[in-house]
């Protein structure tokens, strides 16, 4: 089977961060001294910007993924450069995808996953980024740039990582699944909870079958329908925005979830447990891209380098807990929050082992071939 190279940056984070380890919400409010540092609701003292991007825009437009931004990153960013911060929010690349496709957005930047980089560049929807207006772009570990999707990153600039695997309440769950093809079993129907993702879970059906994730032969889809369609009565909940929240309610007890959702709700109840299937689990890389015409550039630069920092960046870690890009980050953490640091360094789900994400499938554009994938998820959530 074909596999992304995204599997090498999370091998070449690992190995980073196996290096580091071996080294020693609420709303903003102002500082009381207008001066001095400012402060979130929260206590949370604001880094200053290094460097302090000049910008004359009073506001930023972001279109970005549900509970995915610690609430002290927005506000102190409001806070240090004065500029109000807009942010709608979405479930699904599709979703995102339809809306600026559909035109007439105010966005100045958004956040999609690897794969369908290539069809918002091939339909004019991006602005080539301008390097030098990026100064901290080195920040980055090199294993998360340069991808296949956006070579040279003329577009698009890494955000967070991971991976789609099977989570089980094993306190609830006698047989615990060890693969995709497990989640068939009749035992399982009525209990789980899945991601609303088409690329995903047409893709681990795929995988079932021993087929690649990213195939566009239309039989094998076919056959993908047949078996999907088979799967979808025994799922009691889609849900892109908390999967986390029926698994920790005791809802449901197993699905397919991503890194972040399985790590807080693990965090709540060890007994919720993320196994890496047999057939490799998916790997993916959310991104931001700077939308074609944006009418607050300046401000979307402040943003992305803001949020580069590594005393910035490193909220992530503590909030919402994926694989991190970004080493300024991951050092920073190290050094001033290590029990945060420890937490994501040993956790198997946010630290991936080795061998699993070897035996991991990145989700690609599939040009063409892209309807087919879209008319299968239509069909057999429609049933």
């Known amino acids: 089977m074909r596999k992304s190279n995204l599997f090498k940056l999370f091998a070449l984070l690992i190995v980073a961060s196996m290096a580091l380890s071996a080294c020693g919400g609420g709303t903003a409010a102002p500082a009381t001294d207008s001066e001095g540092p400012k402060t979130t609701s929260t206590g949370f003292v604001c880094p200053e910007p290094s460097p302090r991007m ?3 825009s009073t506001e930023l437009n972001i279109f970005v993924w549900t509970e995915y931004f610690p609430q002290d990153m927005l506000d102190c960013f409001e806070l240090v450069y004065d500029i109000k911060l807009n942010r709608d929010e979405y479930s699904s690349n599709e979703e995102m995808y339809a809306k600026l496709n559909a035109g007439g957005s105010s966005y100045d930047l958004a956040q999609p996953t690897d794969y369908i980089i290539g069809l918002m560049i091939r339909q004019e929807l991006l602005d080539e980024l301008d390097k030098t207006k990026l100064p901290n772009i080195g920040n980055f570990d ?8 956006d070579p040279g990153n003329k577009y698009s600039l890494p955000y967070l990582g991971g991976t789609d695997s099977i ?25 789980m909870v899945f991601l609303d993702d088409s690329r995903a879970v047409i893709g681990m059906t795929l995988l079932t079958l021993g087929y690649d994730v990213n195939t566009t032969d239309p039989a094998q889809l076919e056959e993908a329908k047949n078996k999907l369609a ?24 197993l699905g397919m979830v991503w ?9 709540e109840n060890p007994d919720i447990q993320y196994i890496y299937p047999t057939e490799g689990p998916i790997l993916w890389q959310d991104n931001w891209v700077m939308l074609k015409g944006a009418s607050h550039a300046d401000a979307a630069y402040a943003w992305l380098n803001y949020t580069m920092q590594g005393d910035v960046f490193w909220l992530t870690i ?5 694989t991190n890009p970004n080493k300024a980050a991951l050092e920073y953490a190290k050094a001033n929050e290590p029990e945060v640091f420890d937490a994501y360094f040993n956790s198997p789900i946010t630290n991936p082992p080795a061998a699993d994400v070897a035996n991991g499938h990145g989700i690609q554009d599939v040009g063409d071939a892209t309807p087919l994938f879209d008319n299968i998820w239509v069909e057999v959530k429609g049933q």
Do not use: C, H
């Open 54 to 56: 000049e910008v004359t």
């Open 230 to 253: 088979e799967l979808i009565p025994s799922i009691k909940v889609f849900d892109s925005d908390s999967p986390k929240s029926a698994l920790i309610a005791g809802d449901v007890d």
């Open 142 to 149: 090199e294993g998360w740039m340069n991808q296949e999707f």
């Open 318 to 322: 503590r909030d919402y807990q994926y």
């Open 259 to 267: 890194t972040g959702e399985a790590f807080i709700a693990n965090q």
């Open 167 to 191: 989570v089980v309440n094993t306190a609830t769950v006698e047989n615990v699944p060890t693969s995709w093809a497990d989640l068939w079993k009749p035992e399982y129907a009525g209990r």
